[in-house]
């Protein structure tokens, strides 16, 4: 791995993304593709991972991947993206997804994941990502809780 670069602020790769829903992305109930709604994510925790490292990054894992309601064609998508937590090339970003009604303004949760990404050197090889610095409890308790999860992660992954 690379020497430790600079440290940055949680709040300084937030990523607001916004997507209006054409029937191009939907399924047969008029309602977003799951598949695409899953492209979304991928991309707004990419543009995070990226803000934050300013490496080339790619996509480990996404878990916790849960649809809570629908995304209506004629909506639109609201995709928040942050980064809980670095570990060393690793990273937990966290995306939700609201939809938001264009008339009357209202908006819902309808979706959240969990996706780690991991940071490359020049080498292509996996390089230290710089530190995260919390300021608010809040962030301090989301990487708090991102460790727990990278702990259930690596136990899960396959052994060679
Ligand atoms: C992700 C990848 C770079 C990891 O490479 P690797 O040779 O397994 O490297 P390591 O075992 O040294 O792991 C590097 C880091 O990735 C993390 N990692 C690897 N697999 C992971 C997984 N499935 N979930 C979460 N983290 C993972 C490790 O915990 C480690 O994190 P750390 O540096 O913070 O401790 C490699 O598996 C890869 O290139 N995968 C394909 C990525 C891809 O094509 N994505 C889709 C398009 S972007």
Known sequence: MSELTSAKLASSS???????VLPGYANSFGNAFGGRVMQWIDLAAAMAAMRHTRMPVVT?????LAFHGPI????????KARVNAVFGSSMEIEVTVESEDPRSGEQRLC???????VALGK?????????????????ARRAAEAAVRRAERIAKRPRP
């Open 123 to 139: 080498d292509g090889k996996p390089a230290k990502a710089p530190l995260l610095l919390t300021e608010t409890e809040d962030e």
């Open 60 to 64: 480990a894992s996404i878990d916790q």
């Open 72 to 79: 209506r064609v004629g909506q639109i998508a609201i995709l």
């Open 111 to 117: 979706c959240d994941a969990f996706v780690t990404f």
């Open 14 to 20: 937030r990523v607001e993304m916004t997507q209006f």
